[in-house]
């Protein structure tokens, strides 16, 4: 795997520990690999919501795996996050449904507003643009993925909404 240009500080708190720990206790101890996914979520969302090298290594460590089997999982997967994004990020879903609904003009329209580019993230680190993959929503096309949440049948009304409601901090990304 290519060395990751962005560095991180790898912090482990207790409590991201207490909550590592919670997590692995659902399987059995020979099968830490299990948990990997809500594990990468736990520390992705533990370290501004992007997994540094240096990180995903700690992660198989703490599973007792290989980074190798971290990597292939993080890349495989447009949750996770490989350089520092917006605390918004904006990811919406460029498949089928979506796209014949519009999802590439709300996109191409979101990132004119914000000035940057899809894959892009403004200077003041608050927003970040992608384009991912079917996001299992497709009634309700189209649509992005904010945080844990959906925002669907988006127009660019809605979009400035969204804009101005994270921008005034009124947005809440976790359900948790």
């Known amino acids: 795997m290519e ?9 482990i708190t207790p409590e991201l520990q207490q909550r590592i720990d919670e997590l692995l206790s659902h399987y059995p101890s ?9 594990v990468l979520h736990e520390v992705q ?4 919501n992007w997994l540094s090298t240096e990180l995903m290594d700690k992660v198989a460590e703490i599973l007792e795996i290989k980074p190798i089997e971290v990597y292939e999982v993080v890349t495989f997967y447009t949750m996770y996050n490989q350089k520092p994004m917006g605390k918004y990020t904006f990811e919406f879903c460029l498949t089928s449904c979506c796209g014949l609904r519009g999802a590439d003009d709300m996109m191409e329209y979101t990132c004119e507003k914000l000035g940057i580019k899809p894959g892009g993230t403004t200077a003041d680190g608050l927003f970040s643009v992608a384009g991912v993959q079917c996001l299992g929503a497709c009634g309700y096309a189209p649509m992005m993925q ?14 400035d909404q969204i804009i101005k409601d994270c921008k005034a901090g009124n947005i809440i990304l976790h359900d948790k």
């Open 3 to 11: 060395t990751n240009k962005y560095k991180q500080d790898i912090n």
């Open 146 to 159: 904010l945080g844990d949440f959906y925002k669907e049948h988006l127009t660019k009304e809605k979009i």
């Open 30 to 38: 020979d099968k830490k690999k299990s948990a990997l996914l809500p």
């Open 45 to 48: 969302d533990a370290h501004d």
